[in-house]
C-alpha cells in the first residue's frame, strides 16, 4: 500500500511512519522543511509539504491508496486545525486517496452521560489542553458536513502519551472509552497499530470511532 502521512516528524505521525513501514508499506512521509527529515527513518520517502495549500495536499496524495493526517498546529495556533484539515479533505478529495484523520477525544461523549461530552463536562479538561480540543471539536464539526471525501475520524482516549506496543485495544464509536477502574489511555504506539489496522482493513466510512485500552 502507498501511504502519504501528514505531520510525519510528530509524536502520533512519526509513529505511524514506523507502524507502516514494519509492515511493508511504501510510505511518503511529509513535514514543514527539510531541516526536519533527520527525525524522518531512511525507509520512508521523505517529503517537504504546506498542508494550507490544497494544490500541494493533492500533489502529494495523487496515485496513493491513503492520506493520514496526524497533523497538530503549535502552540498558540491551535485555532489553525480546521482550516488546514480542511485543506487535506480537500486535496484528497482532488486526488482520489482515501483519509485518515487522527482527531481528539473532546468531541467525545462521556460514558453514560448522552449530553456531556469530554469538552462540556465540568472539571474534566486541564486549562492548558482547552485551546486545542476546542480547536478538536470545531475539526469534527466540519468532518461531519463533508460528503465530498473517503473520509475516517479517528479520537484518542483522554490519555495518549508514549509507551510500548502490545497490539491489543479496545474500538469504541461516539463515547470516551474507560477501562474498570475508570481510566482512559492508550500508548502511542498502539494507536499507531489501530491507524495501520484501520488503514489495511477499512471498517468505518465517514463516521469516527476511537480506541483504548
Known sequence: MKITIFGAAGDVGSRAVAEALSRGHEVSAVVRNAAQFDRLPNAAIACVGNVGDTNDVARLAKGQDLVISAIRPPTGHEDQLPILTQTILDGATYS????????????????????????????????????????????????????????????????????TRTGAYRIGADELLVDKEGNSAISMEDFAVVLLDEAERPKHHQIRFTAAY
Do not use: E, H
Open 96 to 163: 482520489g486517496a482515501r483519509v485518515l484523520i487522527v482527531g481528539g477525544a473532546a468531541s467525545l461523549k462521556m460514558p453514560g452521560q448522552d449530553n456531556i461530552t469530554v469538552m462540556t463536562a465540568p472539571g474534566f479538561l486541564p486549562d492548558a489542553v482547552l485551546p486545542i480540543a476546542r480547536a478538536c471539536v470545531a475539526q469534527y464539526s466540519l468532518i461531519c458536513n463533508n460528503t465530498q471525501a473517503n473520509w475516517s475520524y479517528l479520537c484518542p482516549p483522554a490519555m495518549l502519551t508514549p509507551g
